[in-house]
């Protein structure tokens, strides 16, 4: 419950989109309506449905707490950065159960997903190294960052990329989510969204935006 679905996705999502957006602790990512919209559709609304309740601590109310409480907490001393740690040991684990789950349902589909694909789609934009105002970062430790960052390290924002050639290698890799992303329908919309991030400054927040408004309609 807490790893794949109720602290853990959060955690990574907001770890992702904070090292691009330039903040530097979870408690100030709070602050962000748009960030706390993300992690609440990743929780509730993506991950509450296929979790697995340990029947001790309610699901939801475990949720209510991770989001109304520890995440804003500012004497929680946790970073973007410390958490962005080793991202690609975790997808599995943190998104790629919650996937398998809507696979082996019958009455759902990983079509469904938006925000978790986002969160894969800004985890491949925060590989190539730039922030949403196309400055350099330093990308925290990942034993495969040299292997993932191979093709993506040289993008500049605005020019013109073959996102299907940049990102099949990873995005179809079973060892980093569990399963081809590709075979359960998602990679071509994560291909799309991470191309709409790299297309200029400030198009991470907005891409973020533009899917959180689209879903409240």
């Given at each position: ?165 940049l990102l099949q290698p990873i995005l179809s890799n079973k ?43």
């Amino acid at each position: 419950m807490k790893v794949t679905t109720c602290l853990n996705p959060l955690h990574t999502s907001l770890a992702v989109f904070g090292c691009l957006l330039g903040y530097q602790s979870i408690s100030a990512e709070m602050q962000n309506p748009d960030l706390v919209q993300l992690i609440k559709q990743i929780g509730y609304h993506e991950g509450l449905p296929v979790v697995k309740d340990p029947g001790i601590i309610n699901p939801k109310q475990f949720i209510d707490e991770v989001v109304n409480k520890r995440l804003p907490n500012p004497f929680i001393p946790d970073t973007p950065q410390r958490i962005a740690s080793d991202t690609s040991q975790k997808m599995a684990i943190r998104y790629g159960v919650t996937l398998q789950h809507y696979v082996d349902r019958s009455d759902l589909t990983p079509t469904q997903l938006h925000f978790i694909p986002l969160t894969i789609a800004a985890w491949c934009r925060y590989l190539v190294g730039l922030d949403d105002n196309g400055a350099a970062f330093d990308l925290s430790p990942d034993p495969l960052l040299s292997e993932l960052q191979a093709d993506l390290k040289n993008l500049q924002l605005g020019q013109a990329i073959d996102a299907h050639a940049l990102l099949q290698p990873i995005l179809s890799n079973k060892t980093i989510f569990g399963l081809d992303l590709y075979q359960i329908e998602l990679g071509v919309r994560i291909e799309t969204l991470f191309s709409q991030m790299m297309a200029e400054k400030g198009a991470i927040a907005a891409t973020l935006h533009t899917l959180i408004e689209k879903e409240a309609e």
